[in-house]
């Protein structure tokens, strides 16, 4: 018992101690090269907290939030360039569209279940993706968008890699704030009932489908925030962003971090980006290691690194009393039948 | 000539382009569609064992000189082969997992063929020449030979894998186990050797289509992708785990690209088949022709 109120106390310094290494990184080191990696991780987070909430918490598997991505990047960079908006009402206002087709997708997808949701989401996420690449008109298509201008808010310009730094910093502790808090909320536990089974949420009153759509629109108006804050970051856009390659990689990145659970996303987009950037000296024998890496990973490590790190913890601890916080995250554990179950 | 009778051949040649068109359609989703019923598995890397087919295809034809029908036969045993192999190291010890890992394992497989289609052929674009490059003209309707055996070929296959399931031993344990799982154990059919041979013959499947479809169209290690996609789409629409649903489908999609491409805008082709399953869902949540309420 003694011990568990040291590891709570702990875990209670953790987040703290987190958040100051975090803003000392730029002090820490100067390399823009690593600076770099590091903004582009918490930019990527960002998207994968998001669809940790539909497809971790909710269990309804997304693949379309590339697509989500792109919509979010292509709407900030337009009116950045086009419409020659500010940077505060254009990142308002990417967030927001994206957060409206979102609604429109989810009230038409959600009604599929299982794997015709992920299938269906997945075309979702191509029919986005060809819309950016073929409308060049209004989206130059391939030939990409270029000359965003640098983010400024009233006379400061996020200019310097530091201060893209901390913007990023800043957006990212924000949506993990936000997603701490729906996780423990009423909303967030409704979420994980429908997860289990969507039979049983609906026989306890609970508005299944407009629970998901909730989910959902959160977890791509995460989506547009990052694309939005990625555009203004890279200054370029090409219609690859929202290819489905990279839902592929969000899930890898949410799976080996560990699906539905809050340090997840964090943990597998840096340790899986970083190792990227570590074998890209090995050019094409990258991918020829990587994919029986993730191969090994899902038939080794099925829940993560944060998952099976928490199972075990839970496992030492079992038999004493749990608080209610507790309770919820083992229920999380204990779901077998994770996105994507059986019909 | 009249401007109808133009018109008619034109309407003509969309509507064989769009039968070639939807015969590979129809092989790729036949494979999807036999894991799916057999494993609940979502298969994402079949379209990269259609891209392996065409890349085996063309060394057999290019380094050993092979002629096309063997190198045909060639490639398709391999596949046959890599399938059970998947199915043996990858898929059968995920069964049990959570499904998304399943799902997971599909994209390393998908990531880790085409980087090796990439070390082993380079990125390029290449053709593969087929012996039957002659135009011939039916009706009209000017076509090559290639496309006619394409159609020809895949009509073929679709009978003989329906008599194999329907009229052997062996191919009712498949459509047993896609009927009722606990069923097909309780009369003593070993699942694993099911799900073994369903994979071959979908990746054999696979590698027939891109076999077929490869003189018309170019090799290139990301060649399954869209194809891929597009075969998901139909199995949807077909309803998931159903053989007529997959091969009526892949015809309809064929035909839906061929002719919108013609008369509507060659642009927006490849958005057909996702706008007809955004459409066809919105009306209808089930599919066309579902097997299961969902």
Same mark, same amino acid.
């Given at each position: 018992m003694r011990r568990h109120a040291a590891f709570n106390r702990a875990s209670k310094l953790a987040v703290p101690v987190l958040l100051l290494l975090a803003a000392a990184i730029p002090w820490l080191t100067s390399n823009p090269y690593y600076l770099d990696i590091v903004v582009k991780v918490f930019i990527w987070t960002i998207v994968v907290n998001g669809m940790n909430i539909i497809a971790g918490y909710t269990g309804q598997l997304s693949l379309a939030h590339a697509g989500f991505f792109g919509i979010?990047?292509?709407?900030? +960079? $337009? =009116?950045? %360039? /086009?419409?020659?908006? !500010?940077?505060? !009402? &254009?990142?308002v206002i990417a967030v927001l569209v994206t957060g409206l087709v979102g609604s429109v997708a989810g009230m038409i997808s959600l009604r599929l279940k299982g794997h015709y949701f992920a299938i269906f989401s997945l075309c979702v996420g191509v029919v986005l993706l060809l819309v950016i690449e073929k409308w060049e008109s209004l989206t130059e298509g391939v030939r990409g968008l270029l000359g965003i201008p640098i983010p400024k808010i009233g006379s400061f310009e996020f200019a310097s890699m530091t201060s893209q730094y901390y913007l990023m910093l800043f957006f990212l502790v924000l949506t993990m704030f936000v997603n701490h808090r729906i996780i423990h909320s009423l909303v967030g536990r409704t979420f994980i009932a429908i997860r289990h089974s969507e039979e049983l949420a609906e026989a306890l009153g609970i508005n299944v489908m407009r629970n998901k759509i909730i989910a959902f629109v959160h977890s791509t108006v995460l989506a547009g925030l990052a694309g939005a804050l990625y555009a203004g970051y890279i200054r370029f856009l090409g219609p690859d962003i929202a290819s489905v390659e990279h839902s592929f990689d969000m899930l890898l990145y949410l799976l080996v971090g560990g699906i539905g659970t809050l340090w997840g996303p964090l943990v597998g987009t840096a340790l899986v980006m970083i190792l990227m950037q570590w074998l890209q000296s090995w050019q094409e024998y990258r991918m020829i290691i990587f994919g029986p890496v993730l191969v090994l990973l899902v038939l080794f490590l099925p829940y993560g690194i944060?998952? %099976? $790190? %928490?199972?075990?913890?839970? /496992? @030492?601890? $079992?038999?004493q009393p749990l608080t209610q916080k507790q309770a919820?995250? @083992?229920? #999380?554990?204990?779901?077998? &039948? =994770?996105?994507?179950?059986g019909e | 000539m009249p401007l109808g009778v133009m018109e008619m051949e034109l309407f003509f040649q969309q509507i064989v382009n769009g039968l070639v068109l939807g015969s590979i359609y129809s092989l790729v989703a036949l494979g999807i569609t036999l894991i799916y019923g057999i494993m609940q598995l979502p298969n994402f890397a079949h379209g990269h *064992?259609?891209? *392996?087919?065409?890349?085996?295809? =063309?060394?057999?034809? %290019?380094?050993? +000189?092979? @002629?096309?029908?063997?190198?045909?036969? #060639? &490639? #398709?045993?391999a596949l046959f082969l890599i399938g059970m192999l998947l199915e043996r190291l990858v898929f059968r010890p995920l069964h049990n997992a959570p499904h998304i890992n399943s799902m997971i394992a599909a994209v390393g497989v998908m *990531?880790? *063929?085409e980087a090796v289609a990439r070390k082993l052929w380079g990125s390029d674009y290449r053709r593969l020449d087929s012996p039957y490059g002659e135009v011939i003209s039916v009706f009209g309707v000017t076509i090559t030979q290639q496309r006619v055996i394409i159609i020809v070929a895949a009509i073929i296959l679709m009978i003989g894998l329906n008599l194999f399931l329907k009229r052997t031993v062996i191919g009712s344990t498949i459509e047993a186990m896609a009927q009722n799982r606990e069923g097909a154990f309780l009369v003593g059919i070993d699942a694993n050797k099911v799900s073994l041979l369903t994979f071959g013959i979908a990746a054999g499947l696979a590698a027939a289509a891109a076999s077929l479809a490869a003189p018309i169209n170019l090799v290139y290690p990301s060649m399954g992708a869209m194809v891929n996609l597009k075969a998901f789409v139909i199995i949807v629409l077909g309803g998931m785990g159903s053989i007529p649903g997959a091969v009526i489908g892949g015809y309809i999609l064929g035909l839906a690209e061929s002719i919108s491409g013609t008369y509507i805008n060659s642009e927006y082709k490849d958005l057909v088949a996702f706008v007809i399953l955004i459409l066809i869902l919105t009306v209808k949540p089930t599919g066309l022709f579902a097997k299961e309420a969902r």
């Amino acid at each position: 018992m003694r011990r568990h109120a040291a590891f709570n106390r702990a875990s209670k310094l953790a987040v703290p101690v987190l958040l100051l290494l975090a803003a000392a990184i730029p002090w820490l080191t100067s390399n823009p090269y690593y600076l770099d990696i590091v903004v582009k991780v918490f930019i990527w987070t960002i998207v994968v907290n998001g669809m940790n909430i539909i497809a971790g918490y909710t269990g309804q598997l997304s693949l379309a939030h590339a697509g989500f991505f792109g919509i979010g990047a292509y709407t900030f +960079g $337009l =009116l950045m %360039t /086009k419409a020659a908006m !500010p940077f505060l !009402p &254009s990142l308002v206002i990417a967030v927001l569209v994206t957060g409206l087709v979102g609604s429109v997708a989810g009230m038409i997808s959600l009604r599929l279940k299982g794997h015709y949701f992920a299938i269906f989401s997945l075309c979702v996420g191509v029919v986005l993706l060809l819309v950016i690449e073929k409308w060049e008109s209004l989206t130059e298509g391939v030939r990409g968008l270029l000359g965003i201008p640098i983010p400024k808010i009233g006379s400061f310009e996020f200019a310097s890699m530091t201060s893209q730094y901390y913007l990023m910093l800043f957006f990212l502790v924000l949506t993990m704030f936000v997603n701490h808090r729906i996780i423990h909320s009423l909303v967030g536990r409704t979420f994980i009932a429908i997860r289990h089974s969507e039979e049983l949420a609906e026989a306890l009153g609970i508005n299944v489908m407009r629970n998901k759509i909730i989910a959902f629109v959160h977890s791509t108006v995460l989506a547009g925030l990052a694309g939005a804050l990625y555009a203004g970051y890279i200054r370029f856009l090409g219609p690859d962003i929202a290819s489905v390659e990279h839902s592929f990689d969000m899930l890898l990145y949410l799976l080996v971090g560990g699906i539905g659970t809050l340090w997840g996303p964090l943990v597998g987009t840096a340790l899986v980006m970083i190792l990227m950037q570590w074998l890209q000296s090995w050019q094409e024998y990258r991918m020829i290691i990587f994919g029986p890496v993730l191969v090994l990973l899902v038939l080794f490590l099925p829940y993560g690194i944060i998952g %099976t $790190l %928490t199972r075990l913890m839970h /496992k @030492r601890r $079992l038999g004493q009393p749990l608080t209610q916080k507790q309770a919820v995250e @083992r229920s #999380v554990l204990h779901d077998q &039948s =994770l996105a994507g179950g059986g019909e | 000539m009249p401007l109808g009778v133009m018109e008619m051949e034109l309407f003509f040649q969309q509507i064989v382009n769009g039968l070639v068109l939807g015969s590979i359609y129809s092989l790729v989703a036949l494979g999807i569609t036999l894991i799916y019923g057999i494993m609940q598995l979502p298969n994402f890397a079949h379209g990269h *064992l259609y891209m *392996l087919g065409a890349y085996l295809t =063309l060394w057999m034809m %290019t380094i050993y +000189g092979f @002629r096309y029908w063997t190198a045909i036969l #060639v &490639s #398709v045993a391999a596949l046959f082969l890599i399938g059970m192999l998947l199915e043996r190291l990858v898929f059968r010890p995920l069964h049990n997992a959570p499904h998304i890992n399943s799902m997971i394992a599909a994209v390393g497989v998908m *990531l880790f *063929l085409e980087a090796v289609a990439r070390k082993l052929w380079g990125s390029d674009y290449r053709r593969l020449d087929s012996p039957y490059g002659e135009v011939i003209s039916v009706f009209g309707v000017t076509i090559t030979q290639q496309r006619v055996i394409i159609i020809v070929a895949a009509i073929i296959l679709m009978i003989g894998l329906n008599l194999f399931l329907k009229r052997t031993v062996i191919g009712s344990t498949i459509e047993a186990m896609a009927q009722n799982r606990e069923g097909a154990f309780l009369v003593g059919i070993d699942a694993n050797k099911v799900s073994l041979l369903t994979f071959g013959i979908a990746a054999g499947l696979a590698a027939a289509a891109a076999s077929l479809a490869a003189p018309i169209n170019l090799v290139y290690p990301s060649m399954g992708a869209m194809v891929n996609l597009k075969a998901f789409v139909i199995i949807v629409l077909g309803g998931m785990g159903s053989i007529p649903g997959a091969v009526i489908g892949g015809y309809i999609l064929g035909l839906a690209e061929s002719i919108s491409g013609t008369y509507i805008n060659s642009e927006y082709k490849d958005l057909v088949a996702f706008v007809i399953l955004i459409l066809i869902l919105t009306v209808k949540p089930t599919g066309l022709f579902a097997k299961e309420a969902r």
